[in-house]
């Protein structure tokens, strides 16, 4: 009645092959973390490292507003002083958009190309 084609294998798994293929996998990964472990704790043993004993003083301003203060003053001397020709160059280009007035950031016009060279082959 029942047709041979139609019949399926059974599985042949062997429990304890696998349960033996998973414990020497978790061994190993063990056996390995602890070799690692240990080579860890080798190389950094205590009385190879020695902490510093004396730690340099901070460096703190007394009065960090003052600084503050003097900092930008002096860079606004410096800014006001005008002495660096690109800072004198970007004034020179600010005052030519402020005089563009409201087409200041319009697209510029480029100039027209001039035509290609006409190739003899291609004239009439």
């Known amino acids: ?3 041979p084609l139609e019949r399926r294998e059974t599985l042949a798994l062997r429990s304890w ?3 033996g293929v998973g414990l020497g996998t978790a061994a190993f990964l063990a056996l390995v973390m602890a070799g690692l472990f240990l080579l860890y704790r080798w190389a950094q043993a205590p ?3 020695s902490p510093p004993e004396r730690f340099a003083p901070p460096r703190l301003e ?7 203060r003097d ?5 606004a001397a410096q800014l006001e002083a005008g002495d660096d020709p690109p800072r004198r ?6 005052a030519l958009i402020a005089a563009r007035g409201a087409a200041a ?8 190309a001039p035509p290609p060279p006409i190739r003899r082959e291609a004239a009439p």
């Open 1 to 3: 009645m029942s047709n």
């Open 17 to 19: 092959a696998i349960l």
């Open 47 to 49: 009385e190879r490292y």
């Open 62 to 68: 007394t009065d960090p507003a003052a600084a503050l």
């Open 71 to 75: 900092f930008r003053a002096a860079q």
């Open 89 to 94: 160059a970007v004034a020179e280009a600010m």
């Open 105 to 112: 950031y319009d697209p510029l016009e480029q100039p027209a």
